[in-house]
């Protein structure tokens, strides 16, 4: 029935297997939304956060989804400013699922904060000494710079697309594209380091304090650094869902090798450079403040050193040794391990640099308070994973998300 | 000094409290609340969600009888100044300005009404002097009649913290100024904890001015962010620079101790 919308040369299932699926991840999308109209109709005592744990579940799916969206930068940087030819054919689905992660990051923001009415007032009373006024700036103007990414994808429709303008439109956005590539690039640099320096700058919590340069503290660049690394990876693993689920290959091989391989290299920088940052902390910022290290890892039901071994070595080191090398980017096992052991690495990270940071206590009588998030909290996280099912489903349907897919799938009859 | 060089001279309002002197029988935190109409609601179990502008904590020397020791820390909001002016641990994060540091009084504001309820704030202090509104305020039946009229109720969805009973500052300001007066004498200024404190435990005053029993008690050092010279003087977290405004005094070393961290192997090194 809508064979008319989809593109020329590929397979999709039936429109009533399409709308059942649809169907099912819009209940939950739905749930989700009845847990947001709840916060803001009643406010955040519908959450089980407190005045210990004032950041908690929202903020670091916040950061997590920022981080792997981070393939959205990367990979066209990579592509459009570094030349990377061959990424062209995966770098459409990374602009989609960055655009459906900065959208998720501004829909929780919008639910987490307090008063959402008054959410314009961080651009209209702005501090400019905060990095929280930064990531604000610079995240409203990156999702603008991904919708424009975004927009010749949608014009590509192949209805759409018949209209002159329109096909006109998206040929001369793409001529553009490295221009938008470089901006998205430049913001995505800033705002990534702005949401480390969030924790960073923090000099009355020790367990996220950092010396820096300037103004900017360390975690301000391991952050941008973080995100360039595990953010493809990110991509790539949704790009292996995708395949698994349409039971096709929507990639060429030496396109996943390329990125993991890029990928695995930041990676194994980027944790060096985290290691380095955690001996200074441990052997020099911390005891400066009265904390030996064990004092953020001990005395507590959940925050054991575990964390950081599985941040560090399960989450860090491990994929990127295996990304950096042939024999492991080639063995689809291994590369599957490795993509999903960073995703989990990255969003480890940015759920200590938030959750943690509040939870160890800093003056000496004071306690460790845990959290459990409320039903709501966990509805309205899920809420854009359902929005981000739905949005991949019908992009990967109607649109020409993946270049070589015809090439890939042949149809025979 | 002139008149004019004296009314021109900042004034950095800052608070002593005596924990030896301290019984712990709270009746500083009641005061705090009925002056600043703190609410509160049917069921306070959950402590992590009170609004406890002052709140008293309990500390204990760890040992047994008959060694035991136990002390009462009130903490208000401590009026961290920071390394420079106005570099509080609060003030520096907000994004959207609704927390202020003064240079003329040294108190940190909250603008209520432009506070959006990020709690970024909450999340730089580490003393917890700050608390959100997770609920609208609601008031017993009647009660609302007994409300300060000189102090705003807060709204659900906002960050809340003493102001070191800034309305007072207004009212003696007005007060002064009607009868043609620029100075404040030491007792025109006062917080309702301090009045309230039955064991005079709480001094309240001008750090800056020497005339002020503040001073005379804690004598702070403006070479060293304001580190008291009193050998029995201390400050909360004293070694993370967020150079608070609150000093407390206890002639116990285990008491002064526990106002920071330190190391297992490192001894006290205050002055």
């Known amino acids: 029935m809508d064979s008319a919308l989809i593109p020329k040369g590929v397979q999709r299932c039936s429109l009533g297997k399409f709308t059942l699926f649809i169907g099912a991840v819009s209940a939950v999308l739905l749930w989700g939304v009845y847990a947001m109209l709840l916060c803001w109709l009643k406010g955040l005592n519908q959450t089980n956060m407190n005045d210990y744990y004032g950041f908690a579940l929202w903020i670091w799916a916040d950061l997590a989804v920022i981080a792997l969206g981070g393939g959205a930068f990367f990979t066209g940087f990579l592509r459009y400013i570094v030349g990377k030819n061959e990424l062209k054919n995966i770098i459409n689905y990374a602009v989609l699922i960055g655009f459906i992660c900065y959208s998720s990051a501004l829909l929780i923001l919008a639910i987490d904060i307090g008063q959402p009415l008054r959410g314009w007032f961080i651009f209209w009373h702005a501090n400019v000494h905060s990095m929280l006024t930064e990531v604000a700036f610079c995240l409203s103007c990156y999702f603008g710079v991904l919708t424009i990414e975004y927009i010749p994808l949608v014009l590509e429709n192949r209805q759409l697309n018949k209209v002159p303008f329109f096909h006109n439109l998206a040929h001369n956005m793409h001529e553009v594209m490295a221009v938008f590539a470089a901006t998205g690039a430049f913001l995505s640099f800033f705002h990534q380091g702005s949401l480390g320096g969030v924790a960073g700058v923090l000099f009355g919590r020790p367990f996220a304090y950092r010396e820096g340069v300037f103004i900017w503290p360390w975690t301000f660049f391991l952050f941008t650094w973080s995100a360039a690394a595990y953010g493809p990876c990110f991509t790539l693993s949704l790009t292996k869902l995708l395949e698994k689920v349409s039971g096709k290959k929507l990639v060429k091989d030496n396109v996943v090798e390329l990125l993991a391989k890029i990928s695995g290299w930041m990676i194994i920088t980027y944790i060096i450079a985290k290691i380095a940052d955690t001996w200074y902390w441990a052997a020099v910022t911390a005891p400066e403040g009265g904390f030996t290290l064990m004092d953020f890892y001990s005395n507590n039901p959940l925050y054991g050193i575990w964390i950081l071994v599985l941040e560090i070595v399960i989450g860090g080191i491990i994929p990127g040794l295996i990304l950096i090398t042939e024999t492991g980017r080639k063995n689809k096992f291994l590369l599957i391990t490795a993509i999903i052991l960073a995703c989990i690495g990255v969003s480890v990270n940015r759920w200590v640099m938030v959750l943690q940071v509040m939870a160890v206590p800093v003056m000496s009588f004071d306690i460790w308070a845990m959290y459990i998030p409320s039903w709501q909290e966990v509805a309205t996280t899920i809420l854009p994973v359902a929005y981000g099912v739905i949005l991949v489903a019908l992009s990967y349907r109607y649109l020409p998300i993946f270049p070589q897919e015809r090439e890939l799938n042949p149809i025979t009859d | ?271």
């Open chain 2, 1 to 271: 000094m002139s008149k004019a060089q004296e009314h021109n001279k900042a004034k950095k309002y800052g608070m002593v409290i005596d924990l030896d002197k301290c019984t712990g029988c709270g009746a500083c935190m009641v005061a705090c609340m009925a002056e600043n109409n703190v609410p509160f609601k049917k069921d306070e179990s959950d402590k992590l969600l009170s609004i406890t502008w002052m709140k008293v904590y309990k500390l204990t020397n760890g040992k047994d009888f008959p060694d035991a020791d136990i002390c009462y820390l009130p903490r208000p909001c401590q009026h961290c100044e920071g390394q420079h002016s106005g570099h509080s641990p609060c003030v520096s994060v907000c994004p959207a300005t609704a927390t202020d540091y003064s240079t003329d009084t040294g108190i940190v504001s909250q603008i209520y009404t432009r506070c959006f309820g990020c709690r970024y704030c909450m999340a730089a202090c580490p003393y917890h002097a700050r608390h959100f509104n997770w609920w609208d305020p609601v008031w017993p039946a009647g009660m609302e009649k007994m409300l300060s009229p000189d102090v705003s109720v807060r709204m659900r969805g906002i960050v809340e913290k003493c102001s070191f009973c800034f309305h007072r500052y207004q009212r003696a300001k007005d007060k002064a100024y009607m009868e043609d007066r620029r100075e404040l004498e030491e007792h025109e200024y006062q917080t309702a904890c301090t009045q309230a404190c039955p064991a005079g435990a709480i001094i309240f005053g001008d750090l800056n001015n020497p005339d002020h029993e503040v001073h005379k008690i804690a004598q702070p050092d403006p070479g060293h962010h304001g580190r008291p010279k009193n050998p029995n003087a201390f400050r909360l977290l004293e070694r993370l620079g967020t150079n608070p405004k609150v000093y407390y005094l206890s002639s116990r070393e285990w008491v002064r101790k526990a106002g920071d961290n330190y190391l297992k192997t490192e001894k006290i090194n205050k002055h």
